[in-house]
């Protein structure tokens, strides 16, 4: 379970993948996942359709990672699911011998419809605790979710996943690893002591840049702008760029003890692979080491 993964507080790695929209594409994404699996991470998250019609698909290619031996975490999220659907769901899961689970609400549709079953995710928690022995991680936003009042009343709608029965949070991307810092002093300060997974979204197109952007509402530091400024419309050098800045906020967590790190390689294995490299080869050279050294990590990447 990711619980005993993380409970050792050693520096690991995760990923996300995304599953297919249609049938047709599941062998390419399958294909992808396999390929990030070979890089041996500590789990894989595998994302749920927001309208839970793609859920086999989330349930397949977490059995597959298994089978390939990853620790596979399923996302599953509820506002727009039925309670019977959940519970389907949950059965399957077991029936594949999944034991991680993140459960989220999901985005309300932009049309207002929803199932009236769940309102909010420690809903879903709680009832995920009650259907057996899963590990159950859950959603937090370092710089509050968009459609919280303000952080307080958010860290305290976080506090209810936790006491709901979540095992681990995993945060929402950022840019700037101080608002993960700033957030950490606060959940801990509201007793909130079970393990963050930092999320980190590696950028390496100018497009994704805008459209991550845009649809987290992340503060975008100076220093991040004037990269994509530099070499957004330079595909080979905004991908370089975009993973040092990964790697770099990486290292840095690492060096001020944040050692749980889900990379949100976005089905690209090759993505992955940089991180895992510059991560692997880090560590090695720096073994127990609070190092921070931008240049040599980009002098890496370009060997
Ligand atoms: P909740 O924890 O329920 O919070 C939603 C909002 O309600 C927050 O503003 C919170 O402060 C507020 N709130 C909570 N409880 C109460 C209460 N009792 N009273 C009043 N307000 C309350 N989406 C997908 O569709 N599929 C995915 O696979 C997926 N994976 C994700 C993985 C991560 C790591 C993250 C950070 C997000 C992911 N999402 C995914 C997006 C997520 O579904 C949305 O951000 C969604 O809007 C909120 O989900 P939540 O589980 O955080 O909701």
Redesign the pocket.
Known sequence: KIRDILAKNEPTLSF?V?PPKTEDKYESVEMAASEIAKLNPAFM??????GGGTSQY?VDIAASLKAKGVTPLA?????SSTREKVHSVLEQLKAEGIENV???????PKDGKVENDY??????IAEIKASGDFCI?????PE??????NKT??I???K??VEAGCDFI????FFDNNTLYNFLYRIREKDIKVPV?A?IMPITNAAQAARSIQMSGCYIPARFKALVDRFGDNPAAMKQAGIAYATDQIIDLIANGVNAI?VYSMNKPDVAATNVLNFKEFAEKYPGHAVKNISQVIAELRM
Do not use: N, P, W
């Not at 995993?170 to 991307?173: D, E, L, S, V, Y």
């Open positions: 996300e995304f998250s595998v994302t749920y359709g927001a989330t996302h599953l999220t509820c506002v993140l459960a989220l609400r999901g985005d309300i309102r909010y995710a420690s809903e879903l991680g859950a959603a937090c936003y509050g979710h968009v459609e919280s009042v009343e958010d305290q709608h976080l209810e996943k995993t945060a929402q991307m997974v999320g889900h």
